[in-house]
């Protein structure tokens, strides 16, 4: 089955650390960019951060640059989100998803992350 | 605060046609036409319906279609049915190599 299981949610303290793992399955992970795309309790979708196939290019959104880095391991068929300096505003559901040319066609079902004292 | 707007919900009855907004600049929408549109159920993951302006992904009904011009662009559903209730989101690549999100819509289905 072809798909990206995220893991790794759960409760931060503020100012506290967090790595977020999405494992793919079910197809060529390697030839694949990788992004996350969080989403807040009742809230829209936001972009968070990009990884390219090789890993060899990264990008942020401005609300995590500095405080956030992705990376991945594609003889594990996995990317990392390593998140740092964590805010309560940072408290979402965390998608992985795959990219296909331009647009987003796989979602992973997401990893909670609480963010509470 | 999203760089793309979004009407905060439109409705419309069964067999009727609804169109959803999605309107940027031309560092975004209007400057590529890597336009994306995904439709999400309360609890779901979303699910793409439309990318690249106006390609539909297999598997996706025909009513859904997609058109742009300058820096709107469109999200058209005809033939309303109640299981196209749903928020619909449109996401743009942007200039700083990253993409955007608008804020989501809310599709009612009288």
């Known amino acids: 089955e072809v798909q990206l299981v995220e893991s790794g949610g759960g409760l931060v303290q503020p100012g506290g650390s967090l790595r977020l793992s999405c494992e793919g399955s079910?197809?060529?992970?390697?030839?694949?960019?990788i992004h996350w795309v969080r989403q807040a309790p009742g809230k829209g979708l936001e972009y968070v951060s990009t990884?390219?196939?090789?890993?060899?290019?990264?990008n942020y959104a401005n609300s995590v640059k500095g405080r956030f880095s992705i990376s991945r391991d594609n003889s594990k068929n996995t990317v990392f989100l390593q998140m740092g300096s964590v805010r309560p505003e940072d408290g979402a559901l965390y998608y992985c998803?795959?990219?296909?040319?331009?647009?987003?066609?796989?979602w992973g079902q997401g990893t909670v992350v609480t963010v509470s004292s | 605060q999203s760089a793309l707007t979004q009407p905060h919900s439109v409705s419309g009855s069964p067999g009727q046609s609804v169109t959803v907004s999605c309107t940027g600049s031309?560092?975004?929408?209007?400057?590529?036409?890597?336009v994306s549109w995904y439709q999400q159920h309360p609890g779901k993951a979303p699910k793409l319906v439309i990318y690249?302006?106006?390609r539909r992904p297999s598997g996706v009904p025909d009513r859904f279609s997609g058109s742009k011009s300058g820096n709107t662009a469109s999200l058209i559903i005809s033939g309303l049915q109640a299981e196209d209730e749903a928020d619909y989101y449109c996401?743009?690549?942007?200039?700083?190599?990253?993409?955007?999100f608008g804020p989501g819509t809310k599709v009612t289905v009288l």
């Open positions: 031309s560092s975004d929408v209007g400057g590529y036409n890597w």
């Open positions: 996401c743009s690549y942007t200039a700083t190599y990253t993409l955007v």
């Open positions: 690249d302006v106006n």
């Open positions: 998803v795959r990219m296909s040319g331009s647009h987003f066609d796989l």
């Open positions: 990884i390219s196939s090789a890993g060899n290019f990264t």
């Open positions: 079910g197809f060529g992970f390697r030839h694949y960019a």
